[in-house]
């Protein structure tokens, strides 16, 4: 499994050299744009507007807008020297919590956490402690240049990271609209519904859940790619320098042959008859 970071978790006088992996991963199928004509993926470039051509990775910055069109420029050395003020700092738990306590809302992403060279005490202790609490350690760590509110908590005897947002992320409740506040709710048709609601209660197993419709999809490509309803992008066509060169010799002979001043007439058979007389 990638290692996608590594660090030192602490708690107390407890450090955790420990490793990073991403515990999920979207299966989207993910579907490429063609141009209907010749069948050939679009690309997207990065044009500037004002000098109307494609710019080089090398000749962009990055910027924050505080009003429209006016920037802060950030250069490269200034993003990474706050970076790695950060990242050297060790992961610590601040806060040990019950899980019950965060409301699900505030869950971001999910990482497995294994030990690095000579954590493998360190790291059973602390699973052992949260196993045994039945709490979850409130921790802040760095991951892809963002500074994050985390959940350490166990998962099936692994240690497991989930990124919780911080509460200005979540947007307020109170700005849904059109949610209803007090409507009279029918005594039969809710007791109706928490019947339904018994009838259909049962124990989680994720395992039962598929996603039909990626597994719809998946078949459909492959009917028609045994069907062979496929297409074949067009190759660009590259201009053969050999037919280049013919044709700049075709067109340089054409142009002096314009340029060429015309003959002159002959007047020595006229001259001879005279001589002769």
């Known amino acids: 499994m990638h290692t996608m970071w590594k660090g030192t978790i602490s708690f107390g006088l407890v450090n955790i050299p420990v490793k990073l992996h991403a ?6 199928v ?16 990065k044009v500037c507007p004002v000098c109307e051509r494609e710019v080089e990775s090398e000749e962009i910055v990055k910027a924050f807008e505080y009003a429209k069109n006016k920037f802060v420029v950030l250069t490269d050395e200034e993003m990474a020297e706050l970076q790695e003020e950060q990242t050297d700092k060790a992961v610590e738990i601040v806060d040990f919590v019950s899980l019950q306590e965060i409301d699900p809302i505030y869950f971001e992403k999910s990482y497995y956490l294994s030990p690095n060279e000579g954590g493998s005490k360190a790291y059973t202790l602390l699973r052992q402690a ?6 979850i350690g409130v921790a802040k760590m760095i ?5 994050q509110l985390a959940a350490i908590r166990v998962y099936e005897n692994t ?19 059109n949610v209803p506040e007090d409507v009279k709710t029918d005594q039969k048709e809710l007791d109706t519904a928490k019947m339904l609601i018994d009838q259909l209660t049962a124990e989680f197993d994720p395992e039962k859940y598929k996603d ?14 045994n069907n062979d309803e496929t297409a074949t992008a067009t190759d660009k ?3 053969d320098n050999v037919t280049n060169l013919m044709e700049a010799l075709e067109a340089s002979l054409d142009r002096a042959k314009k340029d060429k001043p015309a003959p002159k007439k002959k007047t020595t058979t006229k001259k001879k008859m005279k001589k002769n007389a």
């Not at 993910?30 to 209907?36: A, D, E, P, T």
């Not at 991951?143 to 500074?147: D, L």
């Not at 240690?159 to 409740?173: A, F």
């Not at 039909?212 to 790619?225: C, G, S, V």
């Open 23 to 28: 515990a999920t991963e979207n299966k989207d």
């Open 30 to 45: 993910k579907l490429r744009q063609l141009h209907k004509e010749c069948q050939s993926p679009i690309k997207y470039q």
């Open 130 to 135: 949260l196993k045994d609490s039945e709490k």
């Open 143 to 147: 991951i892809r240049s963002k500074e």
């Open 159 to 177: 240690l497991v990271v989930e990124t919780i947002h911080y509460p200005d992320e979540v947007r307020d409740v109170k700005e849904v609209p």
């Open 212 to 225: 039909n419709y990626r597994t719809a999809l998946l078949d459909l490509i492959d009917e028609k790619k």
């Open 237 to 239: 066509q590259v201009p």
